[in-house]
């Protein structure tokens, strides 16, 4: 009786440290801090991005702060601010903005808009200035401005205003 319970026991321990070993090498390795982050310093985030265009001399600053500062800051200079949105982020140009624009400034918003198509995911775009790599199956179908697009819609667009320098 007694060997057998020693068996069970044995048994028992051993079963919990194969969960445990599968448990470590199975579970997902993801930084988690940097989960949902498009600041990343992987070279897919825009901090890498941002490193490659201070590299090169670009005048590029990093804006933390409202856009309210930002006129304030920059009222007589003809700037471009370029705003990227996370995932889940629904976004819609202000009045603000868009008399902001008007006043010769550029407005760019990075985000996940337009309708999922049947595009491939990872597709090389020729352009004026070289290939571009876009990597989205999102395409815009609507009355906008294409600046670069394929077969499936609009991955870049313009509204319709002549005027305004409006990039979606």
Do not use: C
């Not at 801090?33 to 992987?42: D, N, P």
Request: proline residues 2%.
């Amino acid at each position: 009786m007694i060997k057998s319970r020693r068996k069970l026991w044995l048994f028992v321990g051993l079963f919990f440290s194969v969960i445990i070993l599968l448990t470590l090498l199975v579970a997902p390795s993801r930084n988690q801090l940097m989960s949902g982050s498009t600041f990343g310093v992987a070279p897919d985030g825009y901090a890498a991005w941002y490193e490659f265009m201070q590299e090169r001399n670009a005048p590029i600053e990093r804006w933390q702060k409202s856009f309210k500062t930002l006129q304030q800051n920059y009222s007589d200079n003809s700037i471009t601010l370029l705003r990227v949105y996370g995932k889940s982020a629904q976004f819609a140009v202000s009045k603000t903005e868009r008399e902001w624009v008007k006043k010769g400034n550029t407005l760019v918003n990075l985000a996940f808009q337009g309708r999922v198509t049947e595009a491939p995911f990872s597709r090389s775009h020729e352009t004026d200035f070289g290939a571009v790599k876009i990597e989205t199956t999102r395409r815009n179908t609507d009355s906008f401005k294409a600046i670069l697009k394929d077969d499936f819609g609009a991955i870049i667009w313009q509204e319709n205003n002549q005027k305004e320098k409006l990039f979606m």
